[in-house]
């Protein structure tokens, strides 16, 4: 069965710091891996998304994950936050439809 | 219009009484999907429609839930009976592309949270 873990449902840091956001993932089959983040009262948006080729995937705003198929993981990072990406973050598994895993808030202190 | 636009924004129903859910996709995206967001969840998928043809609703939970797309563009989900699990907020979203998600990007409403008393 395809399923998705994000270890943490909040994470706080102080604006500046390193974001770690942690997902992982089971499928029997090679996956697609996204992220999506959700703002109050807004649609998520994709913020980068893992296929084939390169493991290291830039997104938007500054974001970028890993594809580590030997940890089956697929963090979030980003080296220095902002106030503005205070938001709710999914990780999302696409086999024959999109599963999300149950989302990291991510509140940043000023 | 720009962006998938849904329909009420909020929507608060008595239990047991009918209420449909609008979805207005990007114009010209084939893919139509219904997700639920149960409150601190991630949103889980109930539906998934080519065009006119509703190709997967292995997610709907019960069968007081029906969605439909007649001309393949606006699509309505509709929940009869409602009861008070089945508030959450409700989410469609559209793609491109005909084919399953894939690496297909989706593109996402700003949802109806449907609040049921």
């Known amino acids: 069965a395809q399923s998705v873990t994000q270890l943490g449902s909040h994470v706080s840091v102080s604006e500046g710091a390193l974001v770690l956001l942690r997902c992982n993932y089971s499928?029997?089959?090679?996956?697609?891996l996204f992220w999506y983040v959700q703002y109050p009262n807004q649609g998520l948006q994709l913020l980068l998304k893992?296929?084939?080729?390169?493991?290291l995937v830039k997104g938007i705003n500054g974001f970028e994950a890993e594809f580590k198929k030997s940890e089956t993981s697929f963090h979030l990072t980003k080296p220095s936050a902002h106030m503005s990406d205070a938001a709710e973050y999914f990780c999302?598994?696409?086999?024959?439809?999109?599963?999300f895993g149950t989302g990291t808030r991510l509140q940043v202190f000023p | 219009g720009a962006g998938v636009s849904q329909s009420p924004r909020y929507k608060v129903a008595k239990r047991g009484q009918d209420v449909a859910l609008r979805c207005d996709p990007i114009?010209?995206?084939?893919?139509l999907f219904w997700y639920q967001q149960a409150l601190g969840q991630g949103p889980e998928f109930l539906t998934y429609?080519?065009?006119?043809?509703?190709?997967?609703k292995s997610g709907l939970p019960s069968d007081r839930f029906f969605a439909e797309r007649p001309e393949g563009s606006v699509s309505t989900l509709k929940i009869q009976r409602t009861q008070q699990e089945d508030s959450a907020v409700y989410l469609c979203?559209?793609?491109?592309?005909?084919?399953?998600?894939?690496?297909?990007?989706?593109?996402f409403g700003s949802g109806t949270q449907l609040s049921v008393l």
């Open positions: 429609f080519q065009n006119e043809a509703q190709l997967d």
């Open positions: 999302a598994l696409n086999t024959d439809k999109l599963i």
């Open positions: 979203a559209s793609s491109r592309q005909g084919s399953l998600p894939g690496n297909e990007k989706l593109f």
């Open positions: 893992y296929t084939t080729g390169a493991t």
């Open positions: 114009s010209g995206h084939v893919s």
């Open positions: 499928s029997s089959v090679p996956p697609y």
